[in-house]
Structure formats: C-alpha cells, structure tokens
C-alpha cells in the first residue's frame, strides 16, 4: 500500500514552481488542479489534493504560465485561463475588499472628508484610504491634517481603491477619503493590502499603479 502524500498546506516553506527558489509558504500562493482540469488559486489553502506553489506575485504567475511550469508541477494535463494572473489579482483584491468591510462593521472606519479630519486631531488613526480617483486638493489638505496631528511618520496611506469599490465595501456612496483607527481587524486589513501591492508590484500607497486597475 502507498504511503499517505503529505499534506503540502502544512509545510513551512515550499519551492516556487516559476522561478525555483524556496521560500516561506505565506510568501507563496497555492494552486490546486480542479476536477475538470483547470487550475485555480487557492488563497486560503483549504482545498484538497496536490497544491503547486507560486511566488506571491503576477511576475511569478506569469512566468508559470510562460514555462508551463503548473503542468509539471501537477504531472497531470491542465487547463490554465489565461488571464489567470488577473483572476488571482482579483481574489485578493476582494478578499482585501472584505476585510475592510469586516473593519467597517467593527467601527475602524470613518468615511468623509470632515469625519477623517476630526479623526486625525483625535482618534488613533492607523491608515489613511484615499480612493485611487479622490482629488489630489483633498488627499494634500489630509496630508496636512495628519502631519499636525504629530502622528503622520506613523500613519499607513492606502491607495489601492477606487471610490466604487470603497462605496460597495463600506456601504455607502461617493467614499473618496476614510479614516482607518486601530485595531486587530485593521491590522488584518493592511497585511492584506501589503500582500496585494507585493502582487502588483506597486507600494500600498499606490505609487507606481495603473490607475486603471
């Protein structure tokens, strides 16, 4: 009788099938090969079967694709979408999306120009969301606003949003500034904001972003 196969979500490091290289598994994205062939991301690590593993990146992703690395990984035939770099973009995008909205529903976030600016003279604000679109007039005035308050060289900037996308997770219309204030549900929110910059290759800030992503 074959000997059970070992349980790849529980090891602490996995090698990169794209690029080779062996790092800690929460740097890495798994991928399992589904029933009918197709390969998917599997961000939680919850399903079943062979996972192949990929660098937490769309450089990483791409170049998978490009050596056709999933095929040997699974030593089995797939199917691979090719926007599958895309696909996963999106998943941690709105994971992220999600968390934000679980930190909402805690009361961490104040929405609004005028909210976000009292905020900053008294509450402990964490991050600053500025939707990818708000005006450049409102982010330098908040700017100004967190520097006074004494607190801005340890205050996050998150710009990886575009107002619709803030309005659909937080509930309401026309989110262009929020304030984010502490918490262990904001600390998940910015971890996976860091996990989805490292995969567009950009600062959480936004610097280097298409802004039509």
Same mark, same amino acid.
């Given at each position: 009788?074959?000997?059970?196969?070992? /349980?790849?979500?529980?090891?602490?490091?996995?090698?990169?099938?794209?690029?080779?290289? #062996?790092?800690?598994?929460?740097? @890495?994205?798994?991928?399992?090969?589904?029933?009918?062939?197709?390969?998917?991301?599997?961000?939680?690590?919850?399903?079943?079967?062979?996972?192949?593993?990929?660098?937490?990146?769309?450089?990483? #992703?791409?170049?998978?694709?490009?050596?056709?690395?999933?095929?040997?990984?699974?030593?089995?035939?797939?199917?691979? /979408?090719? +926007?599958?770099?895309?696909?996963?973009?999106?998943?941690?995008?709105?994971?992220?999306? +999600?968390?934000?909205?679980?930190?909402?529903?805690?009361? @961490?976030?104040?929405?609004?120009?005028?909210?976000?600016?009292?905020?900053?003279?008294?509450?402990?604000?964490?991050?600053?969301?500025? +939707?990818?679109?708000?005006?450049?007039?409102?982010?330098?005035?908040?700017?100004?606003?967190?520097?006074?308050?004494?607190?801005?060289?340890?205050?996050?900037?998150?710009?990886?949003?575009?107002?619709?996308?803030?309005?659909?997770?937080?509930?309401?219309?026309?989110?262009?500034?929020?304030?984010?204030?502490?918490?262990? #549900?904001?600390?998940?929110?910015?971890?996976?904001?860091?996990? @989805?910059?490292?995969?567009?290759?950009? /600062?959480? /800030?936004?610097?280097?972003?298409?802004? +039509?992503?």
């Amino acid at each position: 009788m074959d000997a059970p196969r070992e /349980d790849d979500r529980k090891a602490p490091e996995r090698t990169c099938v794209a690029t080779r290289t #062996v790092r800690p598994a929460g740097e @890495l994205i798994r991928f399992v090969r589904a029933p009918d062939g197709a390969v998917v991301p599997d961000l939680k690590r919850e399903l079943p079967g062979r996972g192949v593993w990929v660098t937490a990146s769309g450089d990483a #992703v791409r170049l998978a694709m490009k050596k056709r690395a999933f095929a040997r990984g699974f030593k089995d035939e797939v199917t691979v /979408d090719p +926007a599958l770099d895309a696909v996963t973009d999106g998943l941690i995008e709105r994971q992220t999306l +999600a968390m934000l909205g679980f930190a909402n529903k805690a009361g @961490l976030v104040l929405a609004g120009f005028a909210k976000v600016e009292a905020a900053l003279a008294k509450e402990a604000v964490v991050a600053l969301i500025e +939707a990818q679109d708000a005006g450049e007039d409102g982010v330098r005035k908040l700017g100004q606003a967190a520097r006074r308050s004494g607190r801005s060289t340890e205050m996050r900037a998150v710009r990886l949003f575009r107002g619709s996308q803030l309005d659909l997770a937080l509930g309401r219309s026309n989110v262009v500034h929020a304030a984010l204030l502490a918490g262990p #549900v904001s600390a998940a929110f910015l971890a996976r904001c860091d996990a @989805l910059a490292r995969y567009r290759g950009v /600062d959480a /800030d936004g610097a280097g972003q298409d802004s +039509a992503s």
